[in-house]
T-cell receptor
Framework: KQEVTQIPAALSVPEGENLVLNCSFT??????LQWFRQDPGKGLTSLLLIQSSQREQTSGRLNASLDKSSGRSTLYIAASQPGDSATYLC?????????????FGTGTQLKVEL | DGGITQSPKYLFRKEGQNVTLSCEQN?????MYWYRQDPGQGLRLIYYSQIVNDFQKGDIAEGYSVSREKKESFPLTVTSAQKNPTAFYLC???????????FGPGTRLLVL
């Protein structure tokens, strides 16, 4: 059974700092991995999707890497801003003969302070 | 304005009552999903549907039921058999099985 872990559970940094969020998964037979952002009481917004054949994806100040063999992904946020404060979730997708099933981590709650 | 809508934003359930959460999408997506989110836990899949008139149980389907009579709609009923229904419920949809899932704003269910 796939298990996804995110460390740390919470993180507080000063504005402008570069930071790394970690995601690990137990079964390397994944189709792809996705990073989401969730604001309090809201739905999820997709940030980056990395296919299993890719090593990294970039979007603006965000860079996500994937090391499938070791079961790890990182989300790098450059020059953090207070507007980046949110919970960041990673999810791995495995096609299991039917359905587009995502297994989610528990998230990292990020606070960027002025 | 394309997207996924969920209603209501907050829902209160009395003991022994069935309640239905609405999820509608106008993205012309074939697949739709229901997740439950509890504090300190990741999202868990309740039910999913790959096509109209077809749906499958997810990891925690007990105490829930769904229907998929129309492509754009995937309502979730929380039955009285669900003993711990208090949670944040998220609906999602995707174009196909391999595509990114897009999420609605969520419904928070509380028990009176």
């Amino acid at each position: 059974k796939q298990e996804v872990t995110q460390i740390p559970a919470a993180l507080s940094v000063p504005e402008g700092e570069n930071l790394v969020l970690n995601c690990s998964f137990t079964d390397s037979a994944i189709y792809n991995l996705q990073w989401f952002r969730q604001d309090p009481g809201k739905g999820l917004t997709s940030l980056l999707l990395i296919q299993s054949s890719q090593r990294e994806q970039t979007s603006g100040r965000l860079n996500a890497s994937l090391d499938k063999s070791s079961g790890r992904s990182t989300l790098y946020i450059a020059a953090s801003q207070p507007g980046d404060s949110a919970t960041y979730l990673c999810a791995v997708r495995r096609l299991t003969g039917g359905g587009n099933k995502l297994t989610f981590g528990t998230g990292t709650q990020l606070k960027v302070e002025l | 304005d394309g997207g996924i809508t969920q209603s209501p934003k907050y829902l209160f359930r009395k003991e022994g009552q069935n309640v239905t959460l609405s999820c509608e999408q106008n993205l012309n997506h074939d697949a739709m999903y229901w997740y439950r989110q509890d504090p300190g836990q990741g999202l868990r899949l309740i039910y999913y549907s790959q096509i109209v008139n077809d749906f499958q149980k997810g990891d925690i389907a007990e105490g829930y039921s769904v229907s998929r009579e129309k492509k754009e709609s995937f309502p979730l009923t929380v039955t009285s058999a669900q003993k711990n229904p208090t949670a944040f419920y998220l609906c999602a949809s995707s174009l196909g099985q391999q595509e990114t899932q897009y999420f609605g704003p969520g419904t928070r269910l509380l028990v009176l």
